[in-house]
């Protein structure tokens, strides 16, 4: 049975762009106070944090689905 890769990947993808989001919304912080008055540092953090540990729970579905999946017998 072939392994759905791109599911994957997407998944990796998405995290990582959540992730970017997260920290540029923490960087441009200086700017938006000045500009808006508005301080995103929390939500920067927030965002990248939720990010991260999608990215975690991803890579242990992975690896509990490879082990599963190795233990199978084949009939």
Not at 17 to 45: A, E, K, N
Request: no cysteine; hydrophobic share 60%; aromatic share 14%.
């Amino acid at each position: 049975m072939k392994e759905p890769v791109g599911k994957y990947r997407k998944y990796d993808v998405a995290t990582f762009i959540i992730m970017i989001v997260g920290v540029v919304l923490f960087l441009l912080t200086p700017l938006f106070i000045r500009l808006f008055h508005f301080d995103s540092d929390v939500f920067g953090l927030l965002i990248f944090l939720i990010g991260f540990v999608m990215f975690v729970v991803g890579v242990i579905v992975r690896v509990i689905i490879r082990r599963v999946g190795s233990h199978r017998q084949i009939s």
